[in-house]
């Protein structure tokens, strides 16, 4: 292969891996640094679903460099971003009956995003948008901020961010909560339609939330109220998309339809940056807003041409969907079992696909005891939620079931550990801890 290619190669995955030891090699599911190995559940934040260096798709990008020449000169852009979009057409929306518009939106999701909010605001003449709290876009300027930890700012009367309002999200007030009964009573009070919001943008997995599923039924009621109001609505796939959560699009099994679906992070099959935008034909095409271009001509080049490629090796049967969903069923089993061994403990599980939490709410520190001590032992795993009270799985969709099961068992015992030898380190909790006097265990 290209050396600069390979260079680039190794650049993103270092920096993706979130370590900081310029020695650190990667592997498929195994970072190797000078002192250690580590089984990777982190996936550069979701951006490595196919594993660092992923060998099929090396070996396609090689032969194809060797059949039709170097990237980077330019010669060849034309010609690979066609194949990749009629690689889109043929895996991806030929088979669902999908008539998106393909529009390339540079190399960030944020960028994205950004693109397709101020879309909707020109298409509809207004400017307001609603998202909801604990969601995360991870954007700049005009687009949506980080919404962790904001709750119900249109209730609150607190100016909004960027002309974005921030609307609870399914269950987070309890499952006895209706909350879309609050956005609909928000909206039934805009007397001028002007004021009404323009789109609303909404993820199916809140990942840097806390791992907050939204449910089916949820997601349809917003379909519905989008359609009665005139507000676009806006599938961020940009992390939980691309097979995290079993089917490539995150919200198919839902059956709703989005306006504006926005693709980012594992879109590239080596973790090269860029996104991609699908659009209903009748929203149109947005133009792609200045200053969000890729660095080079061989970062879009190889991202798109290793996006085609993991289409074509991934996606083209629903083999690699069963697989993701057979692993998904081993995650979700095993943490199951740990709940229930520490059935006083209060612990949960959520998640979907191959994007699971254990959460350990009301244990200050709990979950990041845990992560550090995973870590010492073997294991490269992150926490979210507001108070990173959730130990977030993100394994690489293509893991083999050893690494996979061998992570699971770290952590199980990096949890027994953190409660055996440190108990008084889980302090300042909501609950006590079993075996004190006012434990509620049995």
Same mark, same amino acid.
């Given at each position: ?378 294991? +490269? ?7 990173? /009270? !959730? $130990?977030?799985?993100? =394994? #690489?969709?293509?893991?083999?079931? %050893?690494?996979?099961?061998?992570? +699971? ?7 027994? /550990? !953190? $409660?055996?030898?440190? =108990? #008084?380190?889980?302090?300042?909790? %909501? ?12």
């Amino acid at each position: 292969m290209d050396p600069q290619i390979t260079h680039r190669l190794l650049e993103l995955s270092r920096a993706q891996s979130g370590l900081s030891d310029p020695c650190a090699t990667a592997n498929g599911s195994v970072l190797v640094t000078k002192d250690r190995q580590l089984i990777d559940f982190y996936s550069g934040a979701g951006t490595l679903n196919y594993g660092h260096h992923n060998s099929r798709l090396k070996k396609r990008l090689v032969a194809d460099i060797k059949r039709y020449g170097a990237l980077g000169t330019g010669s060849r852009q034309a010609a690979i971003t066609a194949q990749f979009f009629d690689t889109v057409q043929q895996v991806l929306l030929q088979p669902r009956g999908w008539p998106y518009q393909l529009q390339l939106a540079g190399p960030t999701g944020a960028g994205a995003l950004e693109i397709a909010l101020q879309h909707a605001r020109q298409l509809k003449g207004r400017p307001n948008v609603i998202s909801f709290t604990q969601g995360f876009q991870g954007a700049s300027g005009r687009a949506l901020a980080d919404a962790a930890k904001v709750f119900f700012r249109a209730v609150t009367g607190t100016p909004s961010v960027s002309n974005a309002t921030f609307m609870p999200y399914d269950r987070c007030f309890g499952p006895d909560v209706d909350t879309m009964a609050y956005l609909e009573q928000l909206l039934d009070g805009i007397r001028q339609p002007a004021e009404r919001p323009a789109a609303v943008v909404v993820e199916t997995v809140l990942g840097q939330g806390g791992v907050n599923v939204l449910t089916w039924r949820w997601l349809k009621e917003l379909e519905t109220l989008c359609q009665r109001y005139d507000m676009l609505l806006i599938l961020d796939d940009t992390q939980v998309g691309c097979g995290r959560t079993g089917r490539f699009f995150s919200f198919e099994t839902a059956d709703i339809h989005a306006d504006i679906i926005v693709l980012s992070k594992s879109l590239s099959g080596l973790g090269v940056p860029m996104s991609l935008l699908l659009c209903d034909p009748s929203v149109g095409t947005p133009q792609r807003l200045a200053g969000c271009p890729w660095s080079d001509s061989i970062d879009q080049e190889l991202g798109l041409l290793s996006a085609t490629h993991a289409l074509e090796t991934y996606w083209a049967d629903g083999s690699f969907t069963a697989d993701i969903l057979e692993k998904e069923a081993l995650v979700r089993d095993w943490l199951e079992n740990i709940v229930h061994s520490y059935s006083g403990w209060g612990f949960g599980v959520r998640g979907r696909g191959l994007i699971q939490g254990l959460v350990m709410s009301g244990y200050q520190d709990l979950a990041e005891q845990v992560a550090r001590r995973a870590f010492d032992v073997g294991l +490269l795993i992150e926490t979210s939620g507001a108070d990173d /009270e !959730v $130990l977030k799985l993100l =394994p #690489a969709l293509t893991i083999e079931k %050893s690494l996979l099961i061998k992570g +699971l068992e770290i952590i199980e015992h990096s949890l027994a /550990e !953190v $409660l055996r030898d440190s =108990p #008084a380190r889980v302090r300042g909790t %909501s609950r006590p801890a079993p075996g004190n006097p006012d434990s509620d265990t049995e």
